[in-house]
C-alpha cells in the first residue's frame, strides 16, 4: 500500500498551515527545548519536516537543521517562510533517510505512523542508525489511540470536549476516526467547515511502544528514555503521545 496514494499531503498543506498557527506556545517551547538540549549544537534531521513547524524554531537556536518531507506542497509552503534558506532540505521518502548524515539528533514528530507497512517503518529505523553519529539520539513522537477508536461507529469529540457557550468562528474542524485494531491501522476523516469546507482522509499505521521497541531493536537501537509528553513527564499507562529516545545499543 502506498501512503502518497492513501494520503493526499497536497491540499493538505495549506489547511496545516491555518491550523498550526493556532497551537499555542506552550505546547512547542517544550518541545524545541528538549531537541535543542538533544542535540547539543550538534547537526540535526527531521524526518517528515511538514511546513517547518519545528525544523524553524530548532534552527532559530543555532543547530544546523535538514529536512525531508514526501509532499512537495508542503515543503514549498516551508521554503517560502523566514529562515527556510538555513535549511537544508530534499523531497523523498523518510524511511530512506536521503541525507549522508552523521547527525547528533534525528527526530520525526506526528508522521512516523504515516509510514502504512511494518517493513517501511522496519527501514526507517535501519537506515536512521546508519545516520547517526556516535552518541546520537533518535527520537519519535508517536500516539497511543483511544479505546473509543475501535468501535462500530466513526466518532466525533464528546459534546463535554467542545468548548461551551456561544462565540463566532471563522472555520470549524470535526475529526472523525475509525480504527481496525488488527492492522493497526486509523482511519481519520477531518472536516474542516468554513467559507470553503474540505474533507481530508488521512490513513495511518499505530504503534503500541513495545513494538517500537523491537523494530528499534531489530536495526541495533535501545530505548534510551520514555516520556508523556515534551515538558518530560514520566510515560504512564494512561499517556496518550509516547516520546521515544533511542540510541545504538
Ligand atoms: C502531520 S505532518 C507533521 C509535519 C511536522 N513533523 C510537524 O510536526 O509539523 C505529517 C507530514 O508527514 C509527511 N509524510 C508522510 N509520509 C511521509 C514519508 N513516507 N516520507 C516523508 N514524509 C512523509 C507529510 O507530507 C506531512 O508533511
Redesign the pocket.
Known amino acids: 500500500m502506498d501512503?502518497?496514494a492513501v494520503?493526499n499531503?497536497e491540499s493538505?498543506?495549506e489547511f496545516?498551515d491555518s491550523w498550526?498557527d493556532s497551537w499555542p506556545e506552550s505546547v512547542m517551547t517544550p518541545c524545541v527545548n528538549m531537541l535543542a538540549d538533544i542535540a547539543a549544537g550538534r547537526p540535526a534531521l527531521?524526518?517528515?519536516?511538514?511546513?517547518?513547524?519545528?525544523?524553524l524554531p530548532l534552527s532559530q537556536r543555532g543547530i544546523e537543521v535538514s529536512g525531508?518531507?514526501?509532499?512537495e506542497?508542503?515543503?514549498a509552503r516551508l521554503r517560502r517562510k523566514p529562515g527556510a534558506e538555513k535549511l537544508s532540505i530534499t523531497q523523498?521518502?523518510?524511511?530512506?533517510v536521503p541525507f549522508e548524515g552523521p547527525f547528533g539528533l534525528i527526530y520525526?514528530?506526528?508522521?512516523f505512523e504515516?509510514?502504512l507497512k511494518q517493513e517501511?517503518q522496519l527501514r526507517f529505523f535501519v537506515n536512521v542508525e546508519k545516520r547517526l553519529a556516535t552518541g546520537g539520539s533518535l527520537i519519535i513522537?508517536t500516539i497511543i489511540p483511544n479505546d473509543a477508536i475501535f468501535s462500530n461507529d466513526f466518532r466525533l469529540n464528546r459534546m463535554s470536549d467542545l468548548p461551551s457557550g456561544d462565540f463566532e468562528m471563522a472555520s470549524v474542524m470535526l475529526m472523525g476516526v475509525k480504527g481496525d485494531p488488527v492492522n493497526q491501522f486509523l482511519d481519520q476523516r477531518i472536516m474542516v467547515l468554513g467559507e470553503k469546507p474540505k474533507v481530508f482522509h488521512h490513513k495511518i499505521r499505530f504503534v503500541w511502544p513495545n513494538e517500537l521497541d523491537l523494530l528499534a531493536r531489530c536495526a541495533g537501537l535501545a530505548l534510551h528514555a520514555r516520556w508523556g509528553n515534551w515538558q518530560r513527564d514520566t510515560f504512564v499507562s494512561t499517556s496518550r503521545l509516547v516520546i521515544s529516545e533511542y540510541r545504538r545499543a
Open positions: 501512503a502518497h494520503n499531503y493538505y498543506a496545516y498550526q527531521e524526518l517528515a519536516v511538514g511546513t517547518g513547524r519545528i525544523a525531508v518531507d514526501l509532499s506542497s508542503m515543503l523523498g521518502d523518510m524511511a530512506d520525526c514528530v506526528a508522521s504515516y509510514l517501511d513522537q
